[in-house]
């Protein structure tokens, strides 16, 4: 039993080994993650619709030349509201981050497919040969009607006011009959008093 698990000690401590050797090789260029998230909760027609693009240079290098660029947004599905949806970056450092936001508004409701973004660079200032990438894709989504999230989750303030006054004659006229007995009753005592 003990030197079965040695070997396994051992055979991890060897595998262990040849994949940091492996990432030192690998991580000598710059390496892009890139994510993009919708970050609404609910998806509503003709309300923003806010789009968070992230990238992550996880290699040792600066990424020289960056181009994020999302064509999943047609302009017959989708209004621009606000930022860009293709970005340019000169340089992101090894081991930086950057982030960006793009605001959209769908003119249409129904179910929508939201596909990856796009990403070329260069993974070093000596290399000339452009490296591509794909973000993370969200899937597909529900575009609600408006008048349905309205409903769901607006204030409702005519339905209020329509509660309390009918709720008014129920609460009125028994607080008023005690009003008039309590006078009636401390005029009686104020009365005895003199």
Do not use: C
Not at 42 to 58: A, G, H, I, Q, T
Not at 105 to 131: H, I, M
Not at 144 to 158: C, D, G, N, T, W
């Amino acid at each position: 039993m003990k030197s079965l698990l040695f070997v396994f000690l051992v055979s991890a401590l060897a595998l262990t080994l040849t994949v940091a050797g492996g990432n030192d090789k690998d991580n000598s260029v710059a390496r892009l993650l890139v994510g993009k998230h919708i970050q609404n909760k609910y998806l509503v027609e003709n309300r923003d619709l806010v789009v968070k693009y992230s990238l992550f240079n996880v290699g040792d290098s600066a990424a020289v030349n960056v181009q994020l660029t999302d064509r999943g947004f047609p302009g017959e599905h989708f209004e621009l509201v606000g930022g860009a949806l293709a970005v340019k970056l000169d340089r992101l450092a090894p081991r930086a981050n950057h982030s960006h936001t793009a605001v959209l508004r769908p003119k249409f409701q129904g179910y929508f497919n939201f596909t990856a973004a796009e990403v070329q660079y260069r993974a070093s200032d000596d290399s000339e040969e452009l490296q591509m990438g794909f973000s993370s894709d969200p899937g597909q989504g529900a575009v609600i009607p408006l008048k349905e999230y309205e409903r769901q989750f607006s204030a409702h303030m005519v339905d209020w006011v329509l509660f309390a006054v009918m709720t008014l004659p129920s609460l009125g006229i028994p607080f008023l009959l005690w009003h008039s007995s309590k006078a009636k009753y401390e005029a009686i005592a104020k009365a005895k008093r003199d």
